[in-house]
């Protein structure tokens, strides 16, 4: 077919070459990384209501109260089974992703979040606070799961020159997912004393709608090629998610990415490596150093803490409490915001510079929030306004970059076989970090006072310098091409065998293999 046939193809079905891949991202997204902002958020309002609870309950078994001090541990206790689910279920999702495909994994998932919603459904009625820790810890392990499997999904399913944008979006929906929490956590809504139990369980309803979405969507068509050597379900799929036809670059560079993987083994497909693998071999050694650099400085940088700030802070600006729930939901809508922006902006100035320009806006914001709070504790008039204007800066410098960038590295830095377990070491990281973060900001706020946020800006600045110097662009490149460069950095300089003429994101929309058969509705 001539070049101006093709253009005028192109031209003729613009929406159909995206609409697949949009409807799978938002079905995927909506039972996936959404719950985790969604359940991170509706916790917060109930907090009083399920203390009460716990009171009353262990009133009711032993005919005496609990001291305020044991209060607080069992409600400790059911904040942290959030964290510590979170922990094992990002070690479940490499195994899941390897044995059961990228989508089937993340459908399973949601059988942890489900019976969990039961426990919370039926804790009043047997009168049991321990079936609320227990909900929170499978709620855990099912959010575990998706943030890791979902970025591997959408990376592994997006084209090249729309892969940022589309792993993105996982950042885009937690952010989202908070937002939601605290809109549906007023009062007015599922936020009073006798609604707290429904509250908790409407993350059920994410789950459902993904359960009966994504089966109707295709399975990541990289996982289909590589891991499971089966060409022919690879390029139903791939035919799928880009409109009807098979791009012939991409094609081939997934064909390539095959037998890079295969050499080690005779077949066609080569084993998944373990995390363990993956620090005893040298040759990563550079891209684990920056997963590791950046999962964790995602949750030690201190934006969960402005958020536990923010209450104080709006209440010293002169906000009167029964306002302050509607002012905390702008929190969450800048994050979402600012997700969304960066979502536009990721394939126009890159990975790199989002990321270590987040963490230095934040370093910035640090300086001007320490002094705002000093000053405010000695009288100065106005400073607590400028508090509030932190609040906003940071979150807003946090979705920017940070939110969103740090989820995408494992998918374009890692081949396919190192791919789940450099997610399974990022996920760990990340949430081993909430763990710490959850039980040291009590300590580090009573400790330190208004100077609170500066270990925040040390893991903020050391972050921005570390992956200045490590991290490589990543946009609109191939896997060889990142390959290469992280040889180059190691004075390995390696060339790389692939066509030069034309970026491989533009040659995908002209070059197809074949047409997707229409018939072929079911799913792969």
Not at 4 to 33: F, K, M, Q
Not at 435 to 441: A, E, I, Q
Request: charged share 15%.
């Amino acid at each position: 077919m001539s070049s101006s046939g093709n253009e005028a193809e192109e031209g003729s079905r613009p929406a159909g070459s995206t609409r697949t891949l949009a409807l799978t991202v938002c079905s995927a997204a909506i039972g996936g990384t959404f719950q985790y902002g969604y359940n991170i958020s509706i916790i917060n309002a109930p907090t009083s209501y399920i203390q009460s609870f716990i009171n009353d309950t262990y009133m009711d078994r032993w005919e005496t109260p609990l001291d305020i001090p044991q209060v607080t541990l069992v409600w400790t206790l059911i904040v942290s089974a959030f964290s510590l689910g979170g922990l094992l279920g990002a070690l479940l999702a490499g195994p899941m992703a390897v044995r059961f495909g990228r989508k089937l994994s993340l459908l399973l998932n949601n059988s942890f979040l489900l019976v969990g919603a039961v426990f919370v459904l039926t804790c009043k009625v047997a009168r049991s606070f321990e079936m609320i820790i227990l909900a929170r810890f499978l709620v855990g392990i099912n959010c575990g799961v998706s943030m890791n499997i979902q970025p591997m999904y959408f990376g592994e399913s997006a084209p090249i020159h729309l892969r940022g944008a589309v792993a993105f979006s996982s950042a885009v929906f937690t952010a989202f997912g908070i937002f939601m929490g605290q809109v549906v956590g007023l009062t007015e809504l599922l936020g009073s004393e006798p609604l707290w139990p429904y509250l908790l369980v409407s993350n059920a309803l994410p789950a459902f709608i993904q359960l009966a979405t994504l089966p109707w969507f295709p399975e990541s068509p990289r996982y289909l090629l590589i891991d499971r050597g089966d060409k022919e379900a690879c390029v139903r799929a791939l035919g799928r998610l880009r409109g009807g036809k098979v791009p012939v670059l991409e094609m081939e560079e997934m064909l390539q990415e095959q037998q890079m993987s295969a050499a080690l083994k005779s077949g066609l497909s080569a084993p998944a490596k373990t995390p363990w693998s993956l620090f005893k071999d040298r040759d990563l050694r550079a891209q684990l150093g920056i997963v590791m650099t950046a999962s964790s400085a995602m949750m030690l940088c201190g934006n969960d803490s402005i958020y536990f700030y923010a209450s104080y802070i709006f209440l010293e600006a002169g906000i009167p409490p029964e306002k302050i729930q509607y002012i905390t939901i702008g929190t969450g809508a800048s994050e979402f915001i600012a997700s969304i922006l960066s979502n536009l902006l990721i394939e126009r100035v890159g990975r790199r510079f989002l990321l270590i320009g987040g963490y230095s806006l934040m370093v910035c914001w640090i300086v001007v929030f320490t002094v705002a709070l000093t000053l405010q504790s000695q009288g100065v008039a106005g400073m607590q306004y400028l508090s509030m204007a932190c609040v906003f800066a940071y979150i807003l410098s946090f979705g920017l970059g940070p939110a969103g960038v740090t989820g995408i590295l494992p998918a374009e830095i890692f081949d396919q076989t190192s791919r789940p377990a450099a997610y399974m070491v990022a996920g760990s990281l990340m949430w081993l970090s909430l763990f710490l973060m959850g039980m040291l900001l009590p300590f580090i706020v009573n400790g330190l006072g208004n100077y609170c946020f500066l270990p925040f800006l040390v893991v903020c600045l050391v972050s921005a310098v570390v992956l200045g110097l490590t991290m490589p662009e990543t946009k609109g490149k191939t896997l060889a091409q990142i390959t290469a460069e992280f040889d180059r950095k190691k004075g390995k300089a390696m060339r790389v065998d692939e066509p030069e003429q034309h970026p491989l994101g533009e040659a995908s929309s002209n070059n197809t293999l074949a047409d997707n058969p229409e018939s072929d509705h079911k799913t792969d």
